[in-house]
């Protein structure tokens, strides 16, 4: 894995993200769709930052809960995670919503019945 295209991948999405917060804010007013996406974009902001602050430590790539190492796949796939696949289940099955709307768990609703 290369740490120096990681961060510059993170450093433009973080830059293109601010682009198109400020454009909206430039406005000067929002509906609620436009506050949600600036929400969305808040998070996904800190995210980066998150990563970008783990490249600096040398933490990255490393499960910040469980200290095992984030898988190469796992990485390629989603440059900004934190967690290894284990770990992103448990925070998953707990209830995060961020996370939950961002791994949809077909399997959640599997065998409830909700009549009992
Ligand atoms: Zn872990």
Request: charged content about 25%.
């Amino acid at each position: 894995m290369d740490c120096q295209i990681v961060r510059t991948q993170l450093t433009a999405e973080c830059s293109h993200l601010i682009g198109i917060s400020e454009h909206m804010l430039a406005f000067g007013y929002c509906d609620a769709n436009e506050q949600a996406q600036l929400d969305h974009i808040d998070v996904r902001l800190q995210t980066i930052r998150r990563a970008l602050q783990r490249l600096d430590d040398g933490t990255y790539g490393i499960c910040e809960v469980c200290g095992n190492p984030i898988g190469a796949d796992r990485l390629d796939a989603m440059n900004d995670c934190s967690r290894c696949i284990p770990c992103e289940d448990k925070r998953n099955q707990s209830g995060h919503p961020a996370r939950a709307n961002a791994w949809p768990r077909r399997s959640v609703s599997v065998g409830i019945n909700l009549q009992n």
